[in-house]
């Protein structure tokens, strides 16, 4: 595994080193700048020569001159720094973003006051599409919110001409909605609730406006169907956020799960419209343990031109806030009643019953041979596992396969990694299994410090995000953020995953600053390391000749600002493959 190399070091390392290929013209080169390169053999550059999207020479001022032609287009960065651009291994596009192409709510991260969530929600209104049926919306934060303002009285008043849904941030297990969206649904006072699914009421027990759980089923039902151009919106929205962060790598966390999903991404494709790399996991499994047939996962790979490599999701367990995550040392209390979390991400159905501990959503052995099937068929498995013992029984599936072929040929690997136990760590390394991390996580934002650490013991807490402790014991450590169910905000991330600090807050104190990571540490899991994981390393993650011409100009210099300042770092320019798709205004 590649090491990021102190900068100490770096500033040793002599530029100028790259032998300038014989007879070529670089078609655009970038001067003047301060280069990052994540290339152990090169680490700092100060220019670079790009020729059909690739990068021709990575080197000094005089190295890219030596390629410098006529028509060459020269960008002089003015000592600006660059880097290569950021991958994120894990989002959903498919699975949350048709709900918010045309409005999506600030979340928890940007800790909205109820009043800004409301004026966000009425700039929505005022620019909603018109020819649209209905008024769908997603992302606000249940914590900002009042019970006086999630109500059919309230949103009425806002959208009283079309049924409105307004969709929480976490993907579904709150919904705020208008009476004629509850006429639409065929929804009556006479709904009978239960713990599986309710409706805030009145007091004298009428429906109020806000659905729980199952009861947002119904709602959901309603919905005129997310057709194809209105998925190619929103996922095209998201990809533009994500250029806008600088992010030119990512995976598709979840698709084949609705209608459409594979055609739309498949029309993009073609279209010329998806400006990063991409992987496409194909659904293996959704909050139950029904598994997609290989045929199945086969003949959706064969009918869709798809980006990127043959890839399957699973889910294997929920997540620790509702009890639904298998922990090595259990729960530290049975009274203690479960939170909402604001970052399902995958949409696990959630039993609230408090248990001992959880079970496993696919049995270990079901999932063994299923992996096993995945493998043979040449589908590189990603799994959402949050628990220790969740993710010591994916350990224990994968390793059957891995050991039976000699090595991880795949790369399978186990996303979120929320808790590992230490007896785990060697495991990892010795599978070549990575561990794909949630840097916005690393902060003690209010889903940490009110909501997980409530419902565990303080040996256990103590262990959560524990990065530091993985990495030095060799675990390969990969950037994901679960967007848009949680920030798609790079720099948040990175921030809070060496700080252990909420960015921009300090006041709040720390969360684990033992496990603190190095700047060089979170670059190298954001880039190199993400490529790797979505089997692009070959073709980007670093900058170096011959690779893709992916690379990022910031606003500053990394290492020459505060660490407390890293959140406020700003994307100036985006290119992918030598293209400029990104430009700050």
Request: glycine letters at 8%.
């Amino acid at each position: 595994m590649k090491r990021a190399i102190p900068l100490a070091v770096l500033t040793t390392l002599l530029v100028g080193c790259a032998q300038p290929p014989s007879g070529e013209i670089a078609d655009t080169v970038y001067t003047n700048g301060k280069i990052y390169t994540v290339d152990e053999a090169q680490p700092r550059a100060e220019a670079v020569a790009i020729k059909d999207g690739k990068f021709l020479v990575v080197g000094s001022n005089a190295d890219v001159e030596a390629v410098t032609g006529d028509a060459t287009d020269v960008v002089d960065l003015g000592g600006a720094f660059a880097m290569p651009g950021i991958g994120d291994s894990h989002i959903h596009p498919a699975l949350v973003m048709p709900k918010r192409a045309f409005c999506g709510l600030p979340g928890t991260f940007y800790e909205p006051s109820e009043q800004q969530t409301i004026d966000a929600l009425k700039e929505c209104i005022a620019n909603y599409p018109e020819d649209r049926e209905w008024f769908i919306a997603a992302g606000w934060s249940a914590p900002a919110m009042s019970d006086d303002t999630l109500t059919r009285e309230f949103l009425d008043k806002l959208i009283p001409d079309r049924p409105a849904y307004v969709e929480d941030e976490t993907g579904g297990h709150q919904a705020w909605f208008n009476t004629k969206a509850m006429e639409a649904a065929g929804i009556t006072s006479d709904f009978k609730d239960s713990p599986e699914g309710y409706f805030s009421r009145t007091p004298d027990g009428d429906i109020a406006g806000r659905a729980y759980e199952g009861a947002v089923n119904p709602l959901l039902a309603a919905l005129p169907a997310f057709d194809v151009e209105l998925k190619k919106i929103a996922y095209s929205k998201l990809m533009d956020e994500a250029l806008s962060k600088g992010v030119t790598a990512f995976g598709e966390a979840y698709a084949g799960v609705f209608d459409g999903d594979l055609q739309a991404w498949q029309e993009l494709h073609l279209e010329g419209k998806i400006h990063q790399h991409v992987k496409i996991y194909l659904k293996g499994n959704l909050g139950t343990a029904e598994l997609t047939p290989i045929e199945t996962l086969e003949e959706w790979w064969n009918t869709y031109d798809l980006p990127g490599t043959k890839g399957v999701k699973l889910g294997m367990d929920g997540s620790i806030e509702s009890f639904t995550a298998p922990l090595v040392d259990g729960y530290a209390s049975t009274e203690v009643d479960p939170v909402e979390s604001p970052l399902p991400g995958d949409q696990l159905d959630e039993d609230e019953s408090g248990s001992d501990n959880a079970e496993l959503l696919i049995p270990a052995n079901k999932f063994a041979d299923y992996v096993a099937e995945l493998d043979a068929a040449g589908f590189q498995v990603k799994v959402h596992a949050i628990g220790d013992g969740t993710v010591r029984s994916t350990l224990d599936g994968y390793e059957r396969t891995i050991k039976a072929n000699g090595n991880n040929r795949l790369r399978h690997h186990i996303d979120h990694c929320s808790l590992v136990h230490p007896d785990d760590f060697q495991r990892f390394v010795d599978l070549d299994v990575s561990c794909t991390i949630w840097p916005p996580l690393n902060a003690p934002i209010g889903y940490n410090t009110g909501g997980i650490q409530a419902v565990l013991t303080p040996e256990t807490w103590n262990r959560m995000y524990a990065n530091r402790e993985r990495l030095d014991a060799g675990i390969r450590l990969v950037n994901h953020t679960d967007a848009p169910a949680a920030t798609m905000w790079p720099w948040f991330g990175m921030e809070a995953a060496i700080t252990r600090q909420f960015p921009g807050k300090p006041d709040r104190g720390t969360m684990g600053e033992e496990h603190a990571l190095t700047l060089e540490e979170l670059i190298e899991a954001y880039t190199i390391n993400v490529a790797w994981s979505l089997h692009y390393d070959d073709v980007t993650g670093s900058i170096e000749e011959g690779k893709f011409a992916d690379m990022i100009v910031l606003n500053h210099d990394l290492f020459e600002i505060p660490v407390t300042d890293i959140h406020k770092t700003e994307v100036q320019k985006t290119i992918f493959k030598g293209d400029v798709v990104y430009t700050a205004n």
